[in-house]
């Protein structure tokens, strides 16, 4: 049996794992199929890890989408967001443009953000997120990557 179909018949006692097929630019779906398996009365923890960037064309739709989530999960809940943004590399702008990903200002990536406690260290380039807890050995500049932990009060 593979490893995901092992995960999707847990019992009660082992945990539960769902999956739902569904786009993130629907994030009403998601969180209908999500309260099949989540209790929403109970912190939970959203994670858009590398997905805003291609699913949501302006930075209007990757802010709804956020708003959307955050606003359906109760007090207690997080956010984790990480995804690329424009640092003003020509050649950085040209691969994203290759592929169908809308790069972000870092201003409009960390208005995801809005109404929610930021965790240590904030809003940061994602190599710099925790460089203490592993040695990478990259010396280079920062890359083009953020990411953000949000605590909703």
């Not at 398996?37 to 699913?55: E, N, R, S, Y």
């Not at 870092?106 to 807890?133: H, K």
Request: proline share 7%; aromatic share 4%; with cysteine.
């Amino acid at each position: 049996m593979a490893p995901s179909s092992v995960l999707l018949t847990a019992t009660a006692d082992e945990g539960v794992v769902g999956y739902l097929d569904a786009d993130v630019r629907d994030p009403d779906r998601i969180l209908a199929g999500a309260g099949d398996v989540l209790d929403f009365d109970a912190p939970v923890a959203v994670l858009l890890l590398g997905i805003l960037g291609h699913a949501a064309a302006t930075a209007e739709q990757m802010h709804t989408i956020t708003g959307r989530l955050m606003a359906a999960v109760p007090p207690g809940s997080y956010l984790v967001v990480s995804d690329g943004v424009d640092i003003g590399h020509q050649g950085q702008r040209q691969a994203a443009a290759s592929h169908r990903y809308h790069l972000r200002t870092p201003a409009e990536f960390d208005a995801c953000f809005t109404g929610l406690q930021l965790i240590d260290p904030g809003l940061v380039p994602i190599n710099s997120w925790r460089p203490g807890l592993a040695e990478t050995g990259h010396s280079g500049p920062l890359v083009n990557s953020r990411v953000g932990l949000g605590h909703k009060p």
